[in-house]
């Protein structure tokens, strides 16, 4: 969400945004231990066990990194603001995002282009980006838009771009999805609701002087 930091998760780390309650918290560590049979509590070598001091859930990992149970990627929350739409390919990248960053990106292109289909743009990808930066695009979000569209595209032909083992950079794409949804959708929403606050004589006033500086 906009002003909200996320960590992913990461063994060994002292806080994270926890995959099971998504706040940011502590994280306590112990070694994995297991019952066999009649052998007793053993502890067992390349594993490791984290607990959130949030919502005291557990996390497994391995320790060369990967994230065992649960079965949840890293990446970040959706932005509220996205459209239902375009939430459920986002859901289905994360859901992904671990066994294929590769997969995760070109899901989230088509993410991408479904939020400029919901803001009026029609046809090829490209072609929206580049009518929304005729229309006053900030430059910043175009780069967005464009690195998520170029990495999606690239992922999914040979020799493009190696994403097979890349989940960095494939997560790198769901904060970059969540920041165009803040400044086209939640950003505006915000300040025309704030407008729309504003006392009606205010209002007309406003209106009234942007009429005159038009003539």
Known sequence: MPGIPYEPPSVQADAFNCPHCHAYANQLWSHLWVSWGNEGI?????FSLGMC?????ITIWADDGGLIYPDSSHAPPAHEDLP???ARDYAEAASVLSRSPRAAAALLRLAVEKLCAYLGQTGDLNAGIKNLVVEGLNPRVQMALDVVRVTGNNAVH???MDLTDDV???????????????AMIASPRRLEELYGSLPEGAREAIERRDSTKAE
């Open 42 to 46: 053993q502890s067992r070598d390349g």
């Open 53 to 57: 001091t949030r919502c005291d859930e």
């Open 84 to 86: 239902e739409a375009v």
């Open 158 to 160: 040979p020799g493009q």
């Open 168 to 182: 960095p950079r494939a997560l790198a794409l769901f904060g970059l999805v969540n920041e165009i949804t803040e």
